[in-house]
């Protein structure tokens, strides 16, 4: 089972930092009982500038990047760049060669039509986003860490429901 989402809104609504929220959000799952570890990042140093920001809870870098994490056996792609749909093509195209069982990928609604959805009708499922942006800098930051907080728990689920459904499937004798 593969799920693809799409984070959707305009430019400069959040899109990036409610992703890089949700990479936050994954890199400081309680080990155990989950196991998390990144299988791929286009950009170490922003990682590293992520990670460190995270902990002293302080303002996330700026700039893109692209992710691939194991969580509970499960590789999650997640992909920041979207304001060009080339982007968007390729951020899916990233999850498809690192056979990512669910990719999240921002993109700007008009991306959202029927060109991109026949490069992606190899997944089994697609969920749409929509970011909006807020007037007040002070309220964006926490509907950025909202909508994180709505895509952590979609991944989670869908992550619980497929390894519910391996655990289920019976063997080949």
Known sequence: MKKLIFLSGNANCGKTTSLKYLIGWFLNLPQPPHSVRVVYCSDHA??????????????????????????????????TEGD??????????FFERRCCDIGIVACHPWHLDRSLYCLVSKWAN????????????????????????????????????????????????
Do not use: Y
Request: hydrophobic share 40%; proline share 7%; no cysteine.
């Open 46 to 79: 922003r990682l590293n500038q992520l990670e460190k920001a995270w902990a002293k809870k302080q303002p996330l870098p700026k700039g893109e990047f692209s992710v691939a994490l194991e969580i509970d056996g499960i590789l999650v792609g997640i992909w």
């Open 84 to 93: 060009r749909i080339g982007s968007v093509w390729n951020g899916v195209t």
């Open 126 to 173: 697609h969920r749409i986003f929509s970011k909006t942006p807020v007037a007040s800098p002070n309220l964006q930051d926490q509907e950025n860490q909202d909508m994180a907080q709505k895509l952590f728990h979609e991944v989670m689920a869908t992550i619980k429901s497929v390894l519910q459904s391996t655990s289920t499937t019976p063997s080949n004798p």
